[in-house]
């Protein structure tokens, strides 16, 4: 008996991942991909289109590649741990060739509706209307995985900008941004320190006569390279500090990040002080930021209050020359192709664990990659691709209308303490939390106190390490024989590509401070498989 069909639009890294989530479970995926080649996001091309993600030529992955990778295909161990866009496109290409992906994807197949069916209520169907070759065609789906991205549809806020209109320079959005070449010995202004922004800002600052940082509420800077010289979401995103923390107090939080920022450079001598605590704001991934601002190739400033012909007047009074205005202002989140309905997507983004429409009568929707996890983005979508296609294979059973609208309405509640008033704000997720939110409903979530009584060095280097996308193909369905091998290699796949050059030196002995973690850690461990045995 044939699976059921499903369509999935878009083949970047979200779509790849819901081809395969389909296959595993037997069902029929067909992806529609507008453009002639896979990646998204991630594959660069010299000009933009219209609705489709753009990348810039020097575009860097903000999160690492053990952290990045789907949870059955490490990257190669001789690549970098934060990576160009074209080695994430190697990657990509590499993974749909080993899974046999390309064959279920349609090129130059553009979505132009997707609508349900009259029988809806008893079928679930949807119809889509896809135009390829200049004719349009019509197909019925018994289900349908959004996977079409955040960033296609860039948001320029020419009205918060008084006089844009006789400003005689260029403006374009960063979407627009490839190469900083063609503004050679300009006078530029980026509006905008998310990474973008500020990614921009250090590159054109090269080849400028100046780069003016414009921000209206200010930005904390992570860096790339954390303790040790690890990458950053390697040391911090494990199950011991999720736990620790969820007892934390949110002040306490601010205190310990903002401090941890300060004591790499002032933010507030530096100009970029936010006018917000840590927990409330995003972040922004910067190595190279201080050094540009130190040396006056980047030059920090407030909002911009208003423009001449020729320059920008700041909220300080203070009048710059300018040439070129980029605005880095973000996204706006739109889906032309999907039927106008509040049942299926509200104008607060409403969904069921960030996936399913909570009203549908038919759970046969699923929204992949809509969400801004803080951790990478790819592993995330392959989870929720996992579940998405259980549930439509009815394996996996969906609580009633009022428990998905109540869950909703319990996040939403708990985020509004903790963010800003920003409707995509409310897509914001903490990694670990949200992988194991959604692991749990597959039945995939690492059972730690299993893993300490049978296999005790690999629950240590799951609950310590950095939690991996492997750490989901231990046991349940999708299960995979080299999970296992994976986690236990990972730190050696960190390490290869920094030493490039082998030094010999003598090593140190252990610390007192070493031992210390060390008793401590093993006590940590005896109190949470104690206190899960009391809770069992």
């Given at each position: 008996?044939?699976?059921?069909?499903?369509?999935?639009?878009?083949?970047?890294?979200s779509?790849?991942g819901?081809?395969?989530?389909?296959?595993?479970?037997?069902l029929?995926?067909?992806?529609?991909?507008?453009s002639?080649?896979i990646?998204?996001?991630?594959?660069?091309?010299?000009?933009?289109?219209?609705?489709?993600?753009?990348?810039?030529?020097?575009?860097?992955?903000?999160t690492?590649?053990?952290?990045?990778?789907?949870?059955?295909?490490?990257?190669?161990?001789?690549?970098?741990?934060?990576?160009?866009?074209?080695r994430?496109?190697e990657?990509?290409?590499?993974?749909?060739?080993h899974?046999?992906?390309?064959?279920?994807?349609?090129?130059?197949a553009?979505?132009?509706s997707?609508?349900?069916?009259?029988d809806?209520?008893c079928?679930?169907?949807?119809d889509?209307?896809?135009e390829?070759?200049g004719?349009?065609e019509s197909?019925?789906?018994?289900?349908?995985?959004?996977?079409?991205?955040?960033?296609?549809?860039?948001?320029?806020?020419?009205?918060?900008?008084?006089?844009?209109?006789k400003?005689?320079?260029?403006?374009?959005?960063?979407?627009?941004?490839?190469?900083?070449?063609?503004?050679?010995?300009?006078?530029?202004?980026?509006?905008?320190?998310?990474?973008?922004?500020?990614?921009?800002a250090?590159?054109?600052?090269?080849v400028?006569?100046?780069?003016?940082?414009?921000t209206?509420?200010?930005?904390?800077?992570?860096?790339?390279?954390w303790?040790?010289?690890?990458p950053?979401?390697?040391?911090?995103?494990?199950?011991?500090?999720?736990?620790?923390?969820?007892?934390?107090?949110?002040?306490l939080?601010?205190?310990?990040a903002?401090?941890?920022?300060?004591?790499?450079f002032n933010?507030?001598?530096?100009?970029?002080?936010?006018?917000?605590r840590?927990?409330?704001?995003?972040?922004?991934?910067?190595?190279d930021?201080?050094?540009?601002?130190?040396?006056?190739?980047?030059?920090?400033?407030?909002?911009?209050r208003?423009?001449t012909e020729?320059s920008?007047?700041?909220?300080?009074?203070?009048?710059?020359?300018?040439?070129?205005?980029?605005?880095?202002?973000?996204?706006?989140?739109?889906?032309?192709?999907?039927?106008?309905?509040?049942?299926?997507?509200?104008?607060?983004?409403?969904?069921?664990?960030f996936?399913?429409?909570?009203?549908?009568?038919?759970?046969?929707l699923?929204?992949?990659?809509?969400?801004?996890?803080?951790?990478?983005?790819?592993?995330?979508?392959?989870l929720?691709?996992?579940?998405?296609?259980?549930?439509?294979?009815?394996?996996?059973?969906?609580?009633?209308?009022?428990?998905?609208?109540?869950?909703?309405?319990?996040k939403?509640?708990?985020?509004?303490?903790?963010?800003?008033?920003?409707?995509?704000?409310?897509?914001?997720?903490?990694?670990?939390?949200?992988m194991?939110?959604?692991a749990?409903?597959?039945?995939?979530?690492?059972?730690?106190?299993?893993l300490?009584?049978?296999?005790?060095?690999?629950?240590?280097?799951i609950?310590?390490?950095p939690?991996?996308?492997y750490?989901?193909?231990?046991?349940?369905?999708?299960?995979?024989?080299?999970?296992?091998?994976?986690?236990?290699?990972?730190?050696?796949?960190?390490?290869?590509?920094?030493?490039?050059?082998i030094?010999?030196?003598n090593?140190?002995?252990?610390?007192?401070?070493?031992?210390?973690?060390?008793?401590?850690?093993a006590a940590?461990?005896f109190f949470?498989i104690?206190?899960v045995?009391?809770k069992?």
């Open positions: 008996m044939p699976g059921k069909r499903i369509a999935v639009i878009g083949a970047g890294a779509g790849l819901a081809i395969k989530s389909c296959l595993e479970e037997g029929e995926p067909t992806c529609f991909e507008r002639n080649d990646g998204g996001l991630w594959r660069y091309e010299e000009t933009t289109e219209s609705g489709r993600a753009s990348v810039y030529k020097s575009a860097t992955s903000n690492s590649k053990e952290m990045t990778a789907y949870s059955d295909f490490p990257f190669p161990d001789h690549l970098p741990n934060y990576l160009h866009n074209s994430i496109m990657y990509l290409q590499m993974y749909a060739q899974f046999d992906l390309m064959k279920h994807i349609r090129f130059l553009n979505v132009c997707v609508k349900r069916r009259a809806f209520s079928t679930g169907q949807w889509v209307v896809v390829a070759a004719k349009q197909h019925v789906f018994d289900g349908v995985m959004v996977c079409s991205g955040l960033y296609t549809h860039p948001s320029l806020p020419l009205r918060d900008f008084p006089g844009i209109k400003f005689k320079g260029q403006y374009i959005h960063s979407w627009e941004y490839k190469s900083p070449e063609k503004f050679r010995d300009k006078k530029i202004i980026v509006v905008g320190t998310g990474n973008s922004g500020v990614d921009l250090i590159e054109l600052s090269h400028t006569s100046q780069v003016f940082l414009s209206r509420h200010g930005a904390w800077i992570w860096n790339r390279v303790d040790d010289g690890m950053m979401d390697t040391v911090l995103f494990t199950r011991f500090n999720s736990i620790i923390n969820k007892f934390y107090p949110t002040f939080m601010n205190r310990w903002e401090n941890k920022l300060n004591a790499r933010h507030e001598v530096y100009g970029l002080q936010s006018q917000h840590f927990v409330s704001y995003h972040a922004t991934f910067s190595d930021l201080p050094n540009h601002i130190i040396s006056g190739r980047v030059l920090v400033k407030p909002n911009v208003e423009l020729t920008a007047i700041f909220e300080d009074d203070t009048e710059e020359d300018i040439d070129v205005i980029i605005f880095a202002t973000g996204y706006t989140f739109f889906l032309p192709f999907l039927e106008d309905d509040s049942k299926i997507l509200d104008s607060q983004y409403s969904m069921f664990k996936v399913f429409p909570p009203q549908l009568e038919k759970p046969t699923a929204f992949i990659g809509i969400l801004k996890p803080v951790g990478a983005t790819i592993p995330t979508s392959e929720q691709s996992r579940w998405a296609v259980r549930v439509f294979k009815g394996v996996n059973k969906l609580p009633s209308v009022s428990g998905r609208l109540a869950d909703i309405r319990k939403r509640a708990k985020l509004e303490k903790e963010l800003l008033n920003n409707p995509l704000d409310t897509l914001r997720v903490r990694y670990v939390d949200y194991d939110e959604i749990s409903e597959i039945g995939v979530k690492p059972n730690l106190l299993s300490f009584l049978w296999d005790p060095k690999l629950a240590m280097e609950f310590f390490g939690c991996t996308p750490q989901y193909r231990l046991q349940g369905p999708g299960k995979w024989a080299g999970a296992r091998e994976a986690i236990m290699t990972q730190r050696g796949r960190i390490v290869k590509p920094l030493r490039t050059r030094v010999t030196c090593q140190r002995p252990l610390s007192v401070l070493f031992w210390l973690r060390s008793v401590c850690a940590f461990v949470v104690t206190l045995i009391v069992g």
